[in-house]
């Protein structure tokens, strides 16, 4: 049985494995890396068939799925060189367009490119694909199926990956949950309470969002009655460019994005 191949051992790989056993996907899972102590990690953690050769890993593969760095890519898949039967490759290196995989890869392969969430580790996965345009509908089907394990899946357009990388990375959660918790302690809060304060003002409210169906401009207007303490706190905030912040954020992230794809 042909099996799903990463090649790269790294994060990304570790939260997509964990996520995909912890679903029982039952397809054989291969993972090469150069280093052998991830590789050994992955195998103790994961059960997964590890793989030090990277042309014996390839030729295993029905699903070959790239996960090292952007400025990995290239190299990579010179070094894999030329297959002579169809697979199916989905790129996880953040702003290397399809194109430039086509133009790198000397292989029969379908291209796609996902973009998944660590978060995909819990089962509570965000991934974005998009496709090749001749990329067939069973095959196209087979990896949505395959990411859908691990959470859920959006199909956008290519010109839209970058902005969408830029966005939906939990790191935002994380970076505001540490900087929320971090001011709480300045008020006077220790660090435990002001933690489970700031987790719920994030993440219990937006579940409460996502779970109710009510417009999110309804929610904001209860929970910020003109003259109140929270109408108070957010004003505030916006006057010292807490909106203009994350677009400067944002745009940093598609710059890198953009250097990334020139390295390719």
């Known amino acids: 049985m042909k099996a799903t191949v990463f090649l790269g051992g790294g994060r990304i790989t570790g939260a997509l494995v964990a996520g995909l056993r912890l679903a029982k996907y039952d397809k054989p899972i291969v993972v090469h890396d150069r280093n052998p102590s991830k590789l050994r990690q992955l195998e103790k953690l994961y059960s997964v068939i590890i793989e030090s050769d990277l042309r014996r890993a390839v030729e295993r593969a029905r699903l070959l799925i790239i996960a090292v760095r952007p400025d990995s890519v290239r190299d990579l898949l010179q070094e894999i060189g030329k297959i002579d039967r169809p697979l199916t490759l989905v790129s996880l290196a953040a702003g290397i367009p399809l194109a430039k995989l086509r133009a790198r890869a000397s292989l029969p392969a379908r291209c796609a490119r996902a973009m998944p969430s660590p978060a995909s580790r819990s089962g509570r996965g965000l991934t974005a694909l998009t496709f090749d345009r001749a990329f067939p509908r069973g095959a196209k089907r087979e990896v949505i199926s395959f990411f859908e394990n691990v959470g859920g899946v959006l199909e956008i357009p290519e010109s839209q990956f970058d902005a969408f990388t830029v966005t939906y990375s939990s790191s935002h959660g994380y970076h505001a949950l540490a900087a929320l918790a971090a001011s709480a302690q300045k008020l006077g809060l220790n660090r435990k309470t002001a933690l489970t304060a700031?987790?719920?003002?994030?993440?219990?409210?937006?579940?409460?969002?996502?779970?109710?169906?009510?417009?999110?401009?309804?929610?904001?207007?209860?929970?910020?009655?003109?003259?109140?303490?929270?109408?108070?706190?957010?004003?505030?905030?916006?006057?010292?460019?807490?909106?203009?912040?994350?677009?400067?954020?944002?745009?940093?992230?598609?710059?890198?994005?953009?250097?990334?794809?020139?390295q390719a």
């Open 198 to 262: 700031a987790a719920h003002a994030l993440a219990d409210g937006i579940v409460s969002w996502r779970e109710s169906g009510i417009p999110l401009d309804r929610l904001l207007h209860e929970a910020a009655t003109p003259g109140g303490i929270a109408w108070a706190t957010m004003n505030a905030m916006d006057s010292a460019g807490y909106e203009r912040s994350l677009q400067r954020g944002l745009q940093a992230g598609i710059a890198q994005a953009r250097k990334n794809a020139q």
